[in-house]
């Protein structure tokens, strides 16, 4: 069983930055794809950010160039860094990890909320 635990949200104004982690506990997150999403109120959960198992990433769209995700194996922690942050990129951010395509892991997720 794998757990998550994001961290690192708060209230920030727009240019501003702030990581959030993901800690996961359990022996497998090395092979876990992990992915931040987010949810504004009234919208639907979108991906943001995924990093396979191998390292690979991608952003949606809206966040490229902004923000970067990482893992740290060793720490068993994905990171993302949001860089130039904007009003509209306010939302609960939420880590999910994949293994296999079958085993889903979402974390509780963290306030992001961006002051213009």
């Known amino acids: 069983q794998v757990q998550l635990v994001e961290s690192g949200g708060g209230l920030v104004q727009a240019g501003g930055s702030l990581r959030l982690s993901c800690a996961a506990s359990g022996l497998f997150f090395s092979r876990l794809d992990m992915d931040w999403y987010r949810q504004a109120p009234g919208k639907q959960r979108e991906l943001v950010a995924t990093i396979t198992s191998g390292g690979i990433t991608d952003y949606e769209d809206s966040v490229k160039g902004r923000f970067t995700i990482s893992r740290d194996n060793a720490k068993n922690t994905v990171y993302l860094q949001m860089n130039s942050l904007k009003p509209e990129d306010t939302a609960v951010y939420y880590c999910?990890?994949?293994?296999?395509?079958?085993?889903?892991?979402w974390g509780q997720g963290t306030q992001v909320t961006v002051s213009s």
């Open positions: 999910k990890g994949t293994w296999a395509l079958i085993y889903v892991y």
